[in-house]
């Protein structure tokens, strides 16, 4: 148990790429091939095909006659084509034909938009309507030179006689695949630095002396409850002064401040009489080199006002 807690605390606390920044995500071009803003250029070209699809072929396809009857009779409602798969079987049931009328016309209309954005330009994708039936179609943009593809998912929508009215679009790439895109990738810990391991507290250990108990350890733990409230205290009252505390305040403050000089002073007087003697001479030392350094400053300020009397009288 000892020798797997250890090979743990040597592991390097760091996940994610070496020079990454807190809140930079790192954009991926291969599984993107759209760049950062994917959704507001796949959305605009969806929202572009649906416009024209319902200003001008929509009305016209609808019109026709064999579809008005067809509408008329219920024959193309979503639960006649569900309970009966023969409207939807054959390319001559007014079904089908009416059904791949309309994903013929949008898949036209997707190949003319999709020329205008920057894969189109380039050629390098092909377009690939599948998965069709009465519910909607599926558009696939096939890079020419690579296996990977994106599925993008076309649902009908349609008034309650069976007319489609419009279309309701999700790319199932971006939903499923891409996800990863739109997450921050990042792990850890904000303000980490490459290489730097986070210190974990340092449990206090005994070991008991003939003379007596000796102690090590205790280092880097974080700092109290009640300290960080005596010092939100303090802080208020050197803003605004003592008035604005309460009493129970005043309490806390006082009793916390005068806890932590007595320990202070306890601790000082528990020190190896070695260490307390080094800190009395440093201490008086420096006490000493005040001292003089304040004797010195008071005696030429004193010759000053002397010769400035002198001047004077």
């Keep these: 148990m000892t020798d797997a807690s250890k090979v743990v605390d040597d592991i390097l606390e760091h996940h994610g790429v070496k020079g990454m920044h807190w809140g930079v995500r790192k954009s991926d071009s291969t599984s993107n091939p759209y760049g950062k803003n994917r959704y507001r250029r796949k959305n605009k070209l969806w929202r572009q095909v ?8 929509l009305p016209r396809i609808n019109a026709k006659p064999e579809y008005v009857k067809a509408l008329a009779n219920g024959d193309l409602t979503p639960s006649r084509l569900k309970n009966d798969p023969s ?14 009328e309309v994903s013929n016309a949008y898949i036209k209309e997707y190949e003319k938009a999709f020329s205008s954005t920057r894969l189109g330009k380039k050629g390098t994708h092909t377009i690939i309507k599948s998965k069709m039936d009465y519910l909607g179609f599926s558009i696939v943009e096939k890079p020419v030179k690579h296996a990977d593809s994106s599925e993008i998912r076309v649902t009908f929508v349609k008034s309650p006689d069976g007319a489609i009215v419009g279309f309701d679009v999700s790319d199932n790439t971006l939903t499923q695949n891409d996800d990863s895109d739109y997450i921050l990738e990042h792990y850890g810990v904000k303000g980490m630095k490459w290489g730097v391991k986070r210190e974990r507290p340092h449990e206090v250990t005994l070991k008991d002396l003939k003379r007596g108990v000796k102690t ?7 700092v109290h409850t009640d300290a960080v409230v005596a ?13 604005a505390l309460s009493n129970e305040e005043l309490r806390i403050y006082a009793n916390r401040l005068q806890l932590e000089q007595n320990v202070k002073r306890l601790d000082f007087n528990d020190r190896h009489p070695a260490k307390r003697f080094v800190l009395n001479v440093l201490g008086q030392s420096g006490r000493d080199a005040v001292n003089r350094e304040a004797n010195l400053a008071t005696k030429k300020l004193g010759r000053k006002a002397i010769k400035l009397a002198m001047a004077t009288a």
């Design 50 to 57: 649906e416009a024209t699809m319902v200003k001008e072929h």
């Design 231 to 243: 010092r939100t205290i303090g802080q208020k009252s050197r803003g605004s002064g003592v008035k």
């Design 216 to 222: 090590s350890g205790g280092y880097r733990h974080p």
């Design 87 to 100: 409207m939807m079987a054959k390319n001559n049931t007014v079904g089908r034909k009416y059904h791949e």
